[in-house]
């Protein structure tokens, strides 16, 4: 069974730091394409940032220059490293792995990240 197991997230001031961790069992981590989105309260779920596998980066505008995605092969782990954040940052944040060509499409259970004062 496929599993991806986000850690990570909390409470935070706006300015500060967080890194998201996602950590996907078997083989799927090797075969798959690794993103993070987000999903505040009435709003729909959106794309913050994905990574390849030959880790070519894309950003959500809203997080260009504050967020950055890598991937550690060897640990089966995807990281979102947030800095300077924003209170408009504030949501449940999802893993997520995916392969269009074997039709595989994966999701976490979400971590909460709060930005607040």
């Known amino acids: 069974q496929v599993q991806l197991v986000e850690s990570g997230g909390g409470l935070v001031q706006p300015g500060g730091s967080l890194r998201l961790s996602c950590t996907a069992s078997g083989i799927i981590f090797s075969i798959s394409n690794m993103g993070w989105y987000r999903q505040a309260p009435g709003k729909q779920r959106e794309l913050v940032a994905t990574i390849t596998l030959s880790s070519t980066t894309t950003y959500a505008d809203s997080v260009k220059g504050r967020f950055t995605i890598s991937r550690d092969n060897a640990k089966n782990t995807v990281y979102l490293q947030m800095n300077s954040l924003k209170p408009e940052d504030t949501a449940v944040y999802y893993c997520?792995?995916?392969?269009?060509?074997?039709?595989?499409?994966?999701w976490g259970q979400g971590t909460q990240v709060t930005v607040s004062s």
């Open positions: 997520n792995a995916a392969n269009r060509l074997m039709s595989l499409n994966y």
